[in-house]
Antibody, heavy 122, light 109 residues
Framework: EVQLLESGGGLVQPGGSLRLSCAAS????????MTWVRQAPGKGLEWVSV????????YNADSVKGRFTISRDNSENTLYLQMNSLRAEDTALYYCAKDTLPGRFWSGVDYWGQGTLVTVSS | QSVLTQPASVSGSPGQSITISCTGTSSDVGDYNFVSWYQQHPGNAPKLMIY???KRPSGVSNRFSGSKSGNTASLTISGLQAEDEADYYCSSYTTSTTVFGGGTKLTVL
């Protein structure tokens, strides 16, 4: 059974940093791209970042470019999102998700964690 | 403002069919067959219903189908059931990123 468990969220001041983690199990982690999607309270979904299975290719939304870094440790089956220079508009529930097809991007994400809440406020 | 445009709400009676549209541009929906649809019940994580415009993941009911014409993708739900009441989001690939629609609230009357 595929399981994704996010952690690392919390309350942080504007300009601060957080690192989110996502522990994956139940599938061959290293052959699937992984994605972060966020959802502000009461709002819709926003795609944040994706990383290839090997970790050598990443893409980021314009809204987080230069501030957020996605990475992974395939030996630990863990996905990360390093978030720097946080802003109030980054406040959201952050979901970790598994890409649908092995070795490919962009074909949707078929498993989601339950999310970790990030609140940016002074 | 979302890049992909969806109606804010749609409704239908049990047993009926409904269609949710997702309008983009020639740079996203119109240029790539990488449209996905997600269902989200309140308090839950989204669930993938359709990927690559019209493919259904295993376990998803065949009452759900996807299509695309030009810059507009569509999700059709046939034989509406009470449990289909949820928010639905479309997404599409565009130039090294993914964009979502603003979401559509489906009410089953």
């Amino acid at each position: 059974e595929v399981q994704l468990l996010e952690s690392g969220g919390g309350l942080v001041q504007p300009g601060g940093s957080l690192r989110l983690s996502c522990a994956a199990s139940g599938f061959t982690f290293s052959i699937y791209a992984m994605t972060w999607v966020r959802q502000a309270p009461g709002k819709g979904l926003e795609w944040v970042s994706v990383i290839s299975g090997s970790g050598d290719t990443t893409y980021n939304a314009d809204s987080v470019k230069g501030r957020f870094t996605i990475s992974r440790d395939n030996s630990e089956n863990t996905l990360y999102l390093q978030m720097n220079s946080l802003r109030a508009e980054d406040t959201a529930l952050y979901y970790c998700a598994k890409d649908t097809l092995p070795g490919r991007f962009w074909s949707g994400v078929d498993y989601w964690g339950q999310g970790t809440l990030v609140t940016v406020s002074s | 403002q979302s890049v992909l445009t969806q109606p804010a709400s749609v409704s239908g009676s049990p047993g009926q069919s409904i269609t949710i549209s997702c309008t983009g541009t020639s740079s996203d929906v119109g240029d790539y067959n990488f449209v996905s649809w997600y269902q989200q019940h309140p308090g839950n994580a989204p669930k993938l219903m359709i990927y690559d415009v019209s493919k259904r993941p295993s376990g998803v009911s065949n009452r759900f189908s996807g299509s695309k014409s030009g810059n507009t993708a569509s999700l059709t739900i046939s034989g509406l059931q009470a449990e289909d009441e949820a928010d639905y989001y479309c997404s599409s690939y565009t130039t090294s990123t993914t964009v979502f629609g603003g979401g559509t609230k489906l009410t089953v009357l």
